[in-house]
């Protein structure tokens, strides 16, 4: 599967992805927020194999996109959809960028197309972001897209030893139908 931004071309995960996906992935610094950090290209094997679903929209299941650069076709994050409910209306995003190409609006750009994507050609009632609350520029982008922050558990999620506050921020499909008619006014 591929969706295309105006800079950029979303394309589903696969093995031949391994390399480029263990160089952005394995900085610690960079994805300090980050519940998985790969510590050689076999985890990052895997992963791919093992934890990335094959097929789109199977409950229970994350399916990965890798974010190319359209221009060169280099690989600068991914974003992953974790298919929640049985009903199959709500979803969850995760997306990770590499240092390089973060703060040049790449991150909201792939977003708004996966947004799209999810509510205008799956039919999607609800998507939310588990946000770790010292990622600053994670939330604001988030926010930026309409996002609205519905929860802060105090140290919920236990993450190398330590147990870490999480944050969630959800949007609605009528939420983005009316964010986007507002911006085309």
Known sequence: ????????????????????????????????????????????????????????DQVGTWYQFVIMLKKDSKIIGDIGIHFLDEEGKQVELGCTLAKAYQGVGYASEAVTQIISFLFNKLDKHRITASIDPRN?????????????????????????????DDVIYALLKEEWIENTMQKRI
């Not at 926010?143 to 519905?150: D, M």
């Open 1 to 56: 599967m591929e969706l295309y931004t105006e800079r950029l071309l979303l394309q589903n995960m696969q093995l031949e992805h391994s390399e480029a996906l263990y160089l952005y992935r394995s900085d610690e610094k960079i994805n300090q927020y980050q519940g998985w950090i790969p510590y050689g290209i076999e985890d990052c094997c895997n992963f791919i194999k093992n934890k990335v679903a094959k097929e789109l």
């Open 136 to 164: 600053i520029p994670s939330i604001k982008m988030v926010e930026k897209l309409g996002f609205r922050k519905e929860a802060h558990f105090k140290k919920s999620i236990l993450m190398n030893g330590l147990w870490l």
